[in-house]
């Protein structure tokens, strides 16, 4: 009997699903599952759960990110018939510049006059003390594109749900402020809550298994610039900067129009601390104007971003995407909140929505798609660490190509430091460029020669400061 009940566990005619998040997992589900739907000829209800206003400025009504759209996310957006208006797009990047403590290479794009964009957007509303008028949160177009196909949304927090084990019995998500709650049944739960709320630990006491992804707090900050210094000091490129400084792990400026994002990304949780030292070094001051102050007031945030993904993001009639679930650590993460919620989707509406559906079509396939993959992605930081502290040799390895201009070898490197730092390929294929014989092979000597050269300044600069102690003494 139980087993038959099981079977029925799909979705029909009436069904009712209840989403909550709507930043993009939760608006891209909305709309997916809409379409899907619509497809097979069955007439759904969908209610998406936002405790934000993505129409207020700062942190408020914002889902903190650099708000990159990277390529292979653009493509998909037009495919599905999502393309940005102007007002949301902040600026197009053309390329980006590898940026390290003595050395700096423009990145161009390896398949050049490739039909695709890389956009800069605001998640939210634009910066705390910005002066725009009109709506330019990308989140919130996302959210409307849902609601325009026929979701509608609730801004309430959801502060639990009620999963029974009789499955005769609707979910129930409990929302609303304390003290004011009500309750809404669904024959569906999405959880597209993300890792910066509270709600995340409710769902790991359900006591179904889920382990949400490990996370660690990065740090970014809006900088208000001329525009046209901007233009002129980017040149519409996005910086990334690899300065071997401690505890930096990542650090980007990407322009937008009169805004510059800062983004830093450690090896243990940032603070304010981090971002001031990141902006007194030398080479990042140098992109900003001589007369530069910190501002006296700014938009800044300390989001927390995945280090590993979810375990069991799922159980009957309940299923989790996004950042919540498996994203690609360090990389477009709002390409995997599309990636995981289609997956879902086609999950739900073609298999069922029991756990073993969900097992079977959602989870493995994404495991497989993304989360194998940042294993290698945790491996590639670890020597790309290795290496950009020790400024001697990537200075060695970044000047013997720049005067190669054109030649193989830089070509390879192009491509292995675009493919990094703007994830178009897997982590897989950045890991075979790198450790391409021939490029390695190529590169013995200039390695050798650097050390040898590093080992004598050592030395010699070692023989100074005892020469200068014992003229002292
Ligand atoms: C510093 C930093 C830089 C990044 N840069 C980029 C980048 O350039 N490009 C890129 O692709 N990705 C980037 N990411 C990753 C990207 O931000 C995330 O992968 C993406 O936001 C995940 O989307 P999501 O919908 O799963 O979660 P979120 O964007 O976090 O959305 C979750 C939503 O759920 C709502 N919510 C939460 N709890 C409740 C509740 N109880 N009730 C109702 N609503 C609720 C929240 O208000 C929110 O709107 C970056 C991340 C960080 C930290």
């Given at each position: 009997m139980a087993d038959k009940i099981k079977k029925n566990l799909c979705l029909k005619d009436g069904s009712m699903i209840v989403i909550i998040g709507g930043g993009p997992s939760?608006?891209?589900?909305?709309?997916?599952?809409?379409?899907?739907?619509?497809?097979?000829?069955?007439?759904?209800?969908?209610?998406?759960?936002?405790?934000?206003?993505?129409?207020?400025?700062?942190?408020?009504?914002?889902?903190?990110?650099?708000?990159?759209?990277?390529?292979?996310?653009?493509?998909?957006?037009?495919?599905?018939?999502?393309?940005?208006?102007?007002?949301?797009?902040?600026?197009?990047?053309?390329?980006?510049?590898?940026?390290?403590?003595e050395y700096g290479i423009e990145l161009h794009r390896p398949k050049p006059g490739e039909n695709s964009k890389i956009l800069a957007v605001y998640r939210g509303n634009g910066p705390l003390y910005s002066t725009h008028t009109s709506n330019i949160s990308f989140d919130d177009y996302l959210l409307r594109n849902a609601v325009k196909h026929g979701a509608e949304v609730i801004h309430d927090p959801v502060q639990d749900i009620n999963l029974p084990s009789d499955f005769e019995t609707p979910v129930k998500v409990i929302y609303g402020k304390r003290g004011s709650l009500n309750e809404m049944e669904a024959d569906l739960v999405v959880g597209a809550f993300?890792?910066?709320?509270?709600?995340?630990?409710?769902?790991k006491q359900l006591n179904f298994g889920y382990e949400p992804p490990r996370t660690i707090r990065t740090c970014q900050m809006e900088i208000p610039l001329d525009d046209s210094y901007i233009k002129e000091s980017f040149k519409d490129d996005i910086y990334v900067f690899a300065l071997g400084l401690k505890p930096f792990r990542f650090a980007s400026m990407v322009p937008k129009r009169d805004y510059v994002t800062v983004s830093l990304?450690?090896?243990?949780?940032?603070?304010?601390?981090?971002?001031?030292?990141?902006?007194?070094?030398?080479?990042?001051?140098?992109?900003?104007?001589?007369?530069?102050?910190?501002?006296?007031?700014?938009?800044?945030?300390?989001?927390?971003?995945?280090?590993?993904?979810?375990?069991?993001?799922?159980?009957?009639?309940?299923?989790?995407?996004?950042?919540?679930?498996?994203?690609?650590?360090?990389?477009?993460?709002?390409?995997?909140?599309?990636?995981?919620?289609?997956?879902?989707?086609?999950?739900?509406?073609?298999?069922?929505?029991?756990?073993?559906?969900?097992?079977?079509?959602?989870?493995?396939?994404?495991?497989?798609?993304?989360?194998?993959?940042?294993?290698?992605?945790a491996l590639i930081m670890r020597l790309s660490d290795f290496v950009t502290k020790r400024n001697w040799l990537v200075t060695a390895r970044l000047s013997y190509v720049e005067n190669r201009k054109d030649s193989w070898i830089a070509n390879h490197l192009n491509k292995m430091l675009w493919n990094m730092v703007t994830g178009d390929a897997p982590y897989k294929k950045i890991f075979l460029q790198a450790f391409n014989p021939l490029f390695q092979i190529i590169l013995i000597p200039v390695t050798i020669k650097a050390l040898i050269t590093e080992v004598i300044n050592r030395v010699y600069s070692y023989g100074s400061k005892l020469n200068e102690r014992n003229i002292k003494g």
């Open positions: 939760g608006s891209f589900f909305a709309y997916l599952a809409l379409r899907h739907a619509k497809k097979l000829g069955i007439n759904i209800s969908v209610t998406i759960f936002e405790s934000r206003d993505f129409s207020q400025r700062g942190p408020k009504g914002c889902n903190m990110s650099a708000a990159v759209i990277a390529k292979s996310l653009y493509q998909k957006l037009i495919k599905e018939g999502i393309d940005l208006p102007d007002n949301v797009v902040r600026q197009e990047i053309k390329g980006y510049y590898f940026q390290t403590k993300g890792i910066n709320s509270t709600i995340v630990d409710k769902m990304i450690g090896d243990r949780d940032l603070s304010k601390k981090n971002l001031l030292d990141f902006l007194n070094h030398p080479v990042v001051r140098s992109k900003l104007p001589p007369d530069w102050r910190m501002p006296d007031r700014f938009c800044m945030c300390i989001p927390k971003i995945t280090l590993t993904h979810a375990k069991k993001p799922f159980t009957d009639r309940f299923v989790i995407v996004g950042d919540a679930s498996i994203s690609r650590i360090y990389k477009n993460g709002l390409e995997s909140a599309y990636i995981t919620s289609q997956l879902a989707v086609q999950a739900a509406f073609d298999k069922g929505i029991s756990k073993e559906d969900f097992n079977r079509y959602y989870y493995r396939p994404a495991k497989k798609l993304l989360a194998m993959d940042n294993l290698l992605g």
